[in-house]
């Protein structure tokens, strides 16, 4: 179930209400945390909070508004409205016969390097809320048993206020850092917004999940307003939709848009009420600049095994600092295949994510794989504005299927690449939005 037990009246409301009151909510979402080892001895000498995003000492002292270096180059559009420049590291060439082997020089906005696949479950649920067991089963349960490259636990944010035990929070955050092993399996804690709602009748506006926030948000924001406001306050905070269209309003006002809470709100679940594709194409029309993701949400002990979805992250390496970098450049995929990949490139050297300026014609590669005998592919497809279908490669079966579309770019427009398999699972990339 994702109702909360909070949600489900307006007692429990007031008892929330009286909760956030008496906690302060949750602290400043810009100070500091101490320092815990969850990276220790993989990268900087100054080991990532569990939960803040990764990176230099001197930004551990300075606190969470001292941008992340990782993300500086990665295609973002800074606050004047520039889009940055590449990574300054260059894509895998294409074999021979791949999609798209005459590759073009990297241009504006155009984000590259070098990556792989790796796939985890970023919205599950322990006892610290409405789940099963502690957040360090969650983690040795993803690792052991689902095998898992990447498990976020993110308990409901309204009931991390509960007590006992004292600072589920906290709880959570240490258990991450035990857990956490780069290079081999990667750990963390985020939290799940759920309090907004359509008063007098409770409908909920939906839920978001908050990844690298410092603190936590106040414990009730009824208005969902008031929790853009939060997350766009929060330099270092990386949001997603939850699971749309769960719930008829569960649409955040059909995806009404906000520039400022647009930097932050970088990922979109697939996992929801229905067929999601419509409400991903409503979302990425109204303005937002979202990738998409496939959790479990998990409220029982099965993190990882309750079905095969998985959210898909191409990283440089299995870190929290490269976690945070791919989510920030909304380099992900979503796949209800637990072990299959898509990817979609421009002009063989931009990756999914990038936000192009300045081109007047591209040639979008895909690949879509999947590494078991037996798990082909029936097609690729290409989509842009309104759901259009640009094009459509077929795949035979392939377990390994690269499709090629040229377009021209005749205004802003964002491409999406999906794939379906034999077997009818689905896989759907990251955008790339391009402007002449």
Request: aromatic letters at 10%; glycine letters at 12%.
């Amino acid at each position: 179930m994702r109702a909360l037990v909070l949600s489900r009246g307006p007692l429990a409301l007031a008892v929330a209400l009286f909760l956030a009151q008496a906690c302060g909510g949750g602290g400043d979402a810009s100070s500091p945390l101490p320092s815990e080892t969850g990276d220790s001895g993989a990268e900087d000498a100054t080991a990532p909070d569990a939960g803040q995003p990764p990176d230099s000492a001197l930004a551990d002292q300075q606190g969470p508004d001292v941008a992340p270096d990782a993300t500086a180059d990665a295609g973002q559009p800074d606050a004047a409205g520039d889009v940055a420049v590449d990574q300054g590291a260059s894509v895998d060439a294409p074999e021979d016969g791949e999609a798209g082997a005459d590759s073009a020089q990297p241009g504006v906005g155009c984000a590259t390097g070098q990556y792989q696949a790796y796939f985890g479950d970023l919205h599950a649920h322990t006892s610290y809320s409405d789940g099963q067991q502690t957040p360090a089963d969650a983690f040795a349960y993803a690792r052991d048993v689902a095998g898992l490259d990447i498990m976020v636990v993110t308990d409901h944010l309204e009931q991390l206020y509960w007590v006992p035990p004292v600072d589920r929070w906290g709880e959570c955050r240490s258990q991450a850092d035990a857990a956490n092993q780069p290079g081999s399996f990667l750990a963390d804690c985020g939290f799940e917004y759920g309090s907004g709602f359509i008063l007098p009748t409770f409908q909920s506006t939906g839920h978001n999940n908050v990844f690298f926030s410092p603190s936590l948000f106040p414990a009730v924001q009824t208005d969902f307003h008031d929790f853009y406001g939060s997350l766009a306050g929060c330099s270092s905070c990386i949001g997603q939709f939850n699971h749309p269209g769960d719930g008829a309003q569960q649409t955040w006002n059909d995806f009404e848009y906000r520039a400022d809470v647009d930097e932050n709100m970088n990922l979109f679940e697939f996992n929801g009420g229905g067929d999601v594709w419509p409400l991903f194409i409503q979302a990425l029309d109204a303005g937002w600049h979202v990738s998409p993701m496939m959790n479990q949400d998990n409220h029982s002990a099965d993190w990882g095994t309750a079905n095969d979805n998985r959210s898909g992250l191409f990283m440089s390496e299995l870190t929290r600092t490269a976690l945070y970098e791919a989510m920030k450049s909304r380099r992900t995929f979503m796949t209800e295949d637990k072990n299959a990949s898509i990817r979609l490139m421009a002009n063989d050297v931009c990756w999914m994510g990038s936000m192009l300026q300045g081109y007047g014609s591209l040639t979008l590669s895909v690949m879509a794989d999947d590494a078991d005998a037996g798990d082909g592919f029936d097609a690729i497809e290409l989509y842009g504005p309104g759901g259009t279908m640009l094009g459509t490669v077929a795949c035979n079966g392939q377990q390994s299927c690269a499709a090629s579309f040229p377009e021209t770019v005749s205004g802003s427009v964002w491409y999406v690449a999906r794939a379906r398999q034999s077997d009818g699972d689905l896989l759907v990339s990251a955008p790339i939005w391009a402007q002449p």
